[in-house]
């Protein structure tokens, strides 16, 4: 009786661990898609942010770059740059989210148009249907610039 009572206490403790085993990947993965979220919601915030702000007027075309405000992000750290398309008359503006530090950047992008204004800043206008999710130059290396 003592030994079936033993070997009944042994299977629950396998079943047990097995089970703590499965519930640990779960909560790594449920935790890494949940950093993910915040990035993409940071980066999200960001671009919104960033077509609201006035930009100096640049000839060049390397990225003019702007980090967002802490309070308007979740958590983690948001940037927003903007250059001249490769289109004429059209900018690109390039969201970027993070959750943690060293952590990949997520990011987004945005195709505008440009208004000079009377002080020589840019604002912008989001062209309809220009938001993306990969870079929309035909080499990407502009992009990640």
Known sequence: MILSVMVMMGLGLIALNSLQQQLSAGLALTSSQHRFVIAWENASTALAWGIQQSWKASTGSD???????????????????????????????????????????????????????ADGTLVFIPLKQGWLDFCPENNELICNG
């Open 63 to 117: 990225w003019q770059c702007q980090d967002v405000a802490a309070g308007l992000l979740i958590s983690g750290k948001g940037r927003v740059c903007v250059r001249p398309s490769l289109r004429p008359d059209v900018f690109l503006l390039r969201g970027a989210g993070q959750m943690a530090e060293g952590g990949e950047p997520v990011m987004q992008f945005q195709q505008a148009s440009g208004k000079k204004q």
